[in-house]
Nanobody, 115 residues
Framework: QVQLVESGGGLVQAGGSLRLSCTASRSIFSFNRMGWYRQAPGKQRELVASVTAGGSPNYADSVKGRFTISRDNALKALYLQMSSLKPEDTAVYFC?????????WGQGTQVTVSS
């Protein structure tokens, strides 16, 4: 078992930046993949970005060039640097960790981008 705790969400104006953090309750070395998902009101949860144990990132087309995902195994943490934020980025952002076949989720952090 592992607990994932997100932080760093908030209210920001369009064009601004935020950095989300996800801290795990134990080592993250065993996770094949970690990622950030988001869910806007009335919409399905969608993948924003993920990173493999080897450090290879993957991004949704909608955030490429604006968001950067990174993981720090020593600090047991996952980050999402978000820049050039748009109102359509408004959502609850969830941290996800995969240790096949198990998926773990954080409780989510709200990101609101005002126009």
């Amino acid at each position: 078992q592992v607990q994932l705790v997100e932080s760093g969400g908030g209210l920001v104006q369009a064009g601004g930046s935020l950095r989300l953090s996800c801290t795990a309750s134990r080592s993250i070395f065993s996770f094949n993949r970690m990622g950030w998902y988001r869910q806007a009101p009335g919409k399905q949860r969608e993948l924003v970005a993920s990173v493999t144990a080897g450090g290879s990132p993957n991004y949704a087309d909608s955030v490429k060039g604006r968001f950067t995902i990174s993981r720090d195994n020593a600090l047991k943490a996952l980050y999402l640097q978000m820049s050039s934020l748009k109102p359509e980025d408004t959502a609850v952002y969830f941290c996800n960790a995969v240790a096949v076949p198990l998926h773990y989720w954080g409780q989510g952090t709200q990101v609101t981008v005002s126009s």
